[in-house]
């Protein structure tokens, strides 16, 4: 699937967009597994709370399925308008 | 019902007055822009990132949402992403109704809605460097009020 990340978690990655192969079941596991990659992952989902998650380019929650899933994003609270 | 995403600049003039003039059946038209403004007086510049796709997406199911709960005849969403100077218009919505109170509802809704439902993200450049704006909890309350 591809993994998209804005603003700030974008920064803190170091790259917007990546391919992972992951046979995470949810964002959750998903995020579990990144954040064991490296530090900069680790640093950047540090604290949910300040991150919001769209699969398939909805806003979802955390414990979202990810079966059939084609793109993932992260990225801070929007500030539109 | 119109949703646009650029990163030009629109005629806040002429799209109001167009939207207007396409309304056969409402007698009330509600616009709202929104400013980049400069509340600590050294901004130079504001960045709009958003996330292609997603962006037009949400803002057409906030703009259908609207159309549907308060009966509109029209409804218009223009959003800009990118660089922008203090005095530009980031964006602008419009609402047409039969009468005022849903038009001015609705076009609050939207505001509400697509503050922290649409996928945008500003950062404020100034002389000491860039910050990411923080989304504000008021922001996320407003939403209880639909």
Same mark, same amino acid.
């Given at each position: 699937?591809?993994?998209?990340?804005?603003?700030?978690?974008?920064?803190?990655?170091?790259?917007?967009?990546?391919?992972?192969?992951?046979?995470?079941?949810?964002?959750?596991?998903?995020?579990?597994?990144?954040?064991?990659?490296?530090?900069?992952?680790?640093?950047?989902?540090?604290?949910?709370?300040?991150?919001?998650?769209?699969?398939?380019?909805?806003?979802?929650?955390?414990?979202?399925?990810?079966?059939?899933?084609?793109?993932?994003?992260?990225?801070?609270?929007?500030?539109?308008? | +019902?119109?949703?646009?995403?650029?990163?030009?600049?629109?005629?806040?003039?002429?799209?109001?007055? &167009?939207?207007?003039?396409?309304? =056969?059946?409402?007698?009330?038209?509600?616009?709202?822009? #929104?400013?980049?403004?400069?509340?600590?007086?050294?901004?130079?510049? +504001?960045?709009?990132?958003?996330?292609?796709?997603?962006?037009?997406?949400? =803002?057409?199911?906030?703009?259908?949402?609207?159309?549907?709960?308060?009966?509109?005849?029209?409804? *218009?969403?223009?959003?800009?992403?990118?660089? =922008?100077?203090?005095?530009?218009?980031?964006? +602008?919505?419009?609402?047409?109704?039969?009468?005022?109170?849903?038009?001015?509802?609705?076009?609050?809704? *939207? +505001?509400?809605? *697509?503050?922290?439902?649409?996928?945008?993200?500003?950062?404020?450049?100034? #002389?000491? &460097?860039?910050?990411?704006?923080?989304?504000?909890?008021?922001?996320?309350?407003?939403?209880?009020?639909?």
């Amino acid at each position: 699937m591809d993994v998209l990340y804005f603003a700030w978690v974008r920064e803190r990655i170091g790259i917007p967009k990546e391919q992972v192969t992951s046979d995470a079941a949810t964002v959750m596991d998903l995020v579990t597994e990144l954040r064991a990659r490296e530090d900069r992952y680790a640093a950047a989902f540090e604290d949910l709370s300040a991150l919001r998650v769209a699969v398939d380019q909805e806003l979802t929650d955390f414990d979202a399925p990810l079966r059939g899933v084609r793109e993932v994003a992260f990225f801070p609270p929007m500030t539109g308008g | +019902m119109r949703v646009v995403v650029q990163s030009g600049p629109f005629d806040l003039g002429a799209e109001t007055s &167009g939207f207007a003039a396409a309304q =056969l059946a409402s007698g009330a038209v509600v616009t709202f822009s #929104g400013i980049v403004r400069d509340v600590s007086g050294g901004l130079s510049a +504001m960045e709009i990132e958003h996330y292609p796709g997603m962006t037009e997406r949400a =803002l057409t199911d906030i703009a259908r949402e609207a159309m549907q709960r308060w009966s509109l005849e029209d409804a *218009l969403v223009i959003h800009r992403h990118g660089t =922008l100077t203090v005095g530009e218009q980031i964006m +602008m919505v419009a609402t047409a109704a039969r009468h005022r109170k849903d038009a001015f509802e609705a076009a609050e809704f *939207l +505001m509400d809605y *697509l503050k922290s439902r649409a996928p945008f993200w500003k950062r404020e450049i100034t #002389g000491d &460097g860039a910050d990411w704006v923080a989304a504000r909890d008021e922001d996320e309350d407003a939403l209880k009020r639909w």
